[in-house]
């Protein structure tokens, strides 16, 4: 029964470290896409504030292009990391889930083997009382 509960336990260990490498790669993919993402989408801003720039030279517009690129710049920022903390939060909610799920399934597989032995407890100790009678 150790042996059977230990490869039990064996491959629930090995489903949980490929359930989170899958789910560290999926994080990963998802933070190259939005990394990607967003490069294109500052390479275009950037495009557009070059060309508004050499087409108007004044002062005045400049900056206000240079406020605009900011501002940009500081809003991708913000969703880049509200995008990875809503990731971080998804990822550490579907580890408890998986960990409570685990846990639940050990509690279960802990139960049945305590009934078991009982079983087998009670068998063998009716077995010595009957031995114990016919002696």
């Known amino acids: 029964h150790e042996r059977e509960h230990d490869r039990e336990i064996s491959e629930l260990t090995a489903k949980h470290a490929e359930e989170m490498e899958r789910l560290r790669a999926e994080l990963r993919e998802e933070q190259e896409r939005l990394l990607d993402e967003l490069r ?17 030279s004044q002062t005045l517009h400049s ?3 240079e406020a605009l690129r900011l501002t940009l710049n500081n ?5 880049l990391e509200l995008t990875q903390s ?11 889930e998986l960990r409570e799920m685990l ?11 305590q009934s ?14 009957k031995e114990k009678e016919d002696l």
């Open 40 to 56: 294109q989408q500052m390479a275009a801003a950037h495009r557009v504030e070059h060309e508004q720039a050499q087409l108007q």
């Open 63 to 65: 900056l206000e292009l």
């Open 75 to 79: 809003m991708h920022t913000s969703q």
């Open 86 to 96: 809503n990731l971080r939060k998804e990822k550490e909610t579907a580890l408890m």
């Open 103 to 113: 846990n639940d399934k050990r509690a279960q597989e802990v139960a049945i083997l």
């Open 116 to 129: 078991r032995h009982q079983l087998e407890w009670e068998k063998i100790k009716e077995q010595c009382l």
